[in-house]
């Protein structure tokens, strides 16, 4: 605790104040490269840094239990989702370059080819944090 607290101290001494928002989504186009993620769904806890906001590119952790999260790889936000509508003919929402509470987040994994493509389970909590 004692370090935790003295590595805040410093940072607010430096001038480098982290200021964390909890919102229920985001655009990239919102974002700078060097944000900060944090996206809960009902499985997952996936934190990211945002490298590149016009395509999504951002090096990303993932746990199944919130606190061992694997090593950081290439993935790529593209977008939020929701299931196939029956009243649009069968057609699945597809929100691009956005990330939404209560949608699937669509992810590329490695690269965007849709090969690698995967949608996780619905978001349940978003946290923004920004330089």
């Not at 985001?26 to 934190?47: C, H, P, Q, W, Y």
């Not at 016009?54 to 746990?63: R, V």
Request: a negative charge.
């Amino acid at each position: 605790m004692l370090i935790r607290g003295t590595v805040g101290i410093c940072a607010l001494a430096a001038g480098s104040a982290v200021v964390a928002d909890h919102v229920d989504h985001f655009r990239l186009k919102d974002l700078n490269a060097g944000s900060r993620l944090e996206i809960t769904t009902a499985d997952r806890v996936f934190r990211a840094e945002l490298l590149d906001p016009n395509t999504g590119e951002t090096q990303m952790t993932a746990s199944w239990d919130g606190v061992m999260f694997t090593e950081p790889r290439t993935v790529y936000l593209l977008g939020a989702t929701q299931g196939r509508q029956p009243n649009a003919g069968g057609l699945m929402l597809v929100k691009m370059h956005e990330v939404q509470s209560g949608m699937g987040m669509e992810l590329g994994v490695g690269s965007m080819e849709e090969k690698n493509r995967m949608v996780t389970g619905p978001v349940q909590a978003i946290q923004v944090e920004r330089d």
